[in-house]
């Protein structure tokens, strides 16, 4: 039996997930990387990173949300 050559895909880079969109960029790398049939990326692999992808989504959530609250218990206090 032939052995067909798989492409080797590089998804270990580091990338900066320091926004919504850098997160987005990720899941949809990581789709296209799982879709791909000679992509290297194990399923178990894809599924964690959608995982953390979800927590850091809901980090930036949470964030903002403090932000916010903190701006305007700012404006409160100082009458505005």
């Known amino acids: ?3 067909t050559k798989r492409k080797t895909v590089i998804y270990h880079n580091k990338i900066r ?3 919504p969109h850098a997160v987005q960029k990720l899941l949809a790398r990581t789709l296209n990387l799982l879709m791909d049939e000679e992509s290297c990326m194990p399923a178990n692999k894809a599924r964690v990173i959608g995982y953390l992808c979800n927590i850091m989504i809901s980090s930036f959530d949470v964030t903002d ?3 916010r609250l903190t701006a305007l218990e700012t404006k409160n206090i100082n009458g505005g």
């Open 17 to 19: 997930l320091n926004t």
């Open 65 to 67: 949300f403090e932000e």
């Open 1 to 3: 039996m032939e052995r």
